[in-house]
């Protein structure tokens, strides 16, 4: 409306301009010409303005249409904001419970991976020493060393097979002296054939001084009795020696038999002696292959023994991760808390400015820090041990 | 005989793990979990060396050390500290309070057990 009233003022005072000229300056072309221009400036001028205050319309209504809206806008999150709010007074609770729960179970299953781990290593310690020490003993040049038991057994072997051998040799010599005494049965043997000898010889006199006797007569008879009683000597000792003959004989006999009997002892005994000593070789030599094994895997077990205290240490600096996701946690929960006790105590409004730095105040970790500013949390940190 | 080491800190797991270290390296180990207990628990056996955290209820580990200080017994055992903590400002507060050693969590053990051999009483 205001714009047509424009273009009507507008219009009018250029046409009370244009014949005010016309009638003060008189109809030429001059005057007419610059009463047209007229005509066309104040035309001009008013479309101008006319679009200028429509355009001031527009916004006019814009910006009413905007506030309204905004309005509209605050009154419906006005009504979400309170709905939010109920959310977070339930669900912080239930939020808060359940990060102490994933805390303090991760917290007891560490803890018994850490007592189990513990276990593990002190057990693989005392095996590993154990078995360093049995090692060492077997390497080492002291009583319970390999080299020492080994000459030790030997020793005590050979020994034995000493004591077997010398036996044997004076068994060796018994037999000798009993062989001997066969030189003895010999001549005992030249003697019996002497007595028979002298017995036949006996007899042959015996004979003749009782054929003598006959021929002296009566004063022979004497003599022939005496005679007759040397002939019964004579025979007599015969069987006497043909007795000792024939015990000679059993014991030569008897000898030679028990002669062989213990030759073949003996030859059965050396052999015996024999396998015993190469037995007593190979028993030694493979306790010597057993120890030198016991000492190779020993000394594999130290070496692998090594590695592994490398790895208990990582183990060790693994665990203590648990303490600061612990702290992490414990964090978040009280700041979780005091938001809880906050929005139910207090209803107003919150500064996020000062609750986030009085957060800040809260951390013990740089992680904390790096992840309140926004930047990274990069790797690991390095170890810092600053000593004062 | 074996020498005793004083362990505090609030988290359970974290004594733990500190104690195989010191056990694994043939020492005896006494735990607390905060300054206070800490405290009393100085009353008793004797300690050739304190390791502490710095944050924890009841007590924190630079009171705690400023406390210990102040015991006639206690005087001169050494104090490492064991912390989350690596600010320089806290490191500086440590040492004014008489540690002497301030330690980043998580430790080697190799280290650890170096720094306590080497500042340990004898």
Partial sequence: ?388 | MAKTILVVDDSASLRQVVSIALKGAGYEVIEACDGKDALSKLNGAKIHLIISDVNMPNMDGITFVKEAKKLPNYKFTPIIMLTTESQEGKKAEGQAAGAKAWVVKPFQPAQMLAAVSKLIMP
Wanted: with cysteine; hydrophobic share 45%; net charge negative.
């Fill in chain 1, 1 to 388: 409306m205001n714009g047509i009233k424009v273009w009507r003022i507008a219009l009018l005072l250029g046409a009370v301009g244009v014949a005010m000229l016309l009638v003060l300056a008189g109809l030429d072309t001059i005057n007419i010409a610059s009463a047209i221009l007229f005509l066309a400036v104040a035309l001009v001028a008013g479309w101008w303005e006319s679009k200028r205050l429509a355009q001031w319309h527009a916004k006019a209504i814009e910006d009413a249409k905007n506030q309204t809206r905004a309005k509209l806008e605050s009154a419906h999150s006005k009504s979400s904001m309170s709905g939010l709010k109920e959310v977070c007074m339930e669900a912080m609770p239930i939020w808060s419970k359940q990060i102490e729960a994933s805390r303090s179970q991760t917290e007891t299953a560490i803890m018994d991976l850490a007592a189990r781990f513990a276990g593990i290593s002190q057990k693989l310690e005392a095996a590993v020493r154990a078995s360093q020490s049995a090692a060492g003993d077997l390497a080492g040049s002291g009583e319970s060393g390999a080299t020492a038991v080994l000459t030790q057994s030997r020793t005590e072997l050979m020994g034995v097979l000493e004591t077997l051998k010398a036996a044997q040799q004076s068994r060796n010599a018994m037999l000798e002296s009993v062989r001997s005494l066969t030189s003895y049965t010999d001549e005992l043997r030249t003697m019996a054939a002497e007595v028979a000898a002298i017995a036949s010889q006996t007899n042959l006199l015996a004979l003749n001084a009782a054929i003598e006797a006959a021929r002296a007569g009566e004063t022979g008879r004497g003599f022939a009795v005496v005679a007759d009683e040397v002939r019964k000597l004579s025979t007599l000792s015969s069987d006497t020696g043909k007795k000792m003959s024939e015990k000679v004989g059993i014991i030569n006999t008897s000898i030679t038999d028990v002669f062989g009997v213990a030759e073949l002892s003996s030859k059965n005994d050396m052999q015996s002696v024999a396998a015993s000593e190469s037995t007593i070789r190979l028993v030694l030599e493979r306790f010597h292959e057993v120890t030198s094994q016991l000492s190779n895997s020993a000394e594999l077990l130290q070496h692998e023994s090594a590695g592994i205290g490398g790895e208990i240490s990582e183990v060790l600096v693994a665990l203590q991760f648990q303490d600061r996701t612990s702290q992490i946690l414990a964090h978040v929960r009280k700041n979780l808390d005091n938001l809880h006790r906050h929005l139910a105590e207090k209803d107003t409004g919150i500064d996020a400015r000062a609750w986030l730095a009085e957060m800040e105040l809260t951390y013990a970790t740089e992680e904390q820090r790096k992840i309140h500013r926004g930047a990274d949390i990069g790797g690991a940190a390095a170890q810092e041990i600053t000593f004062f």
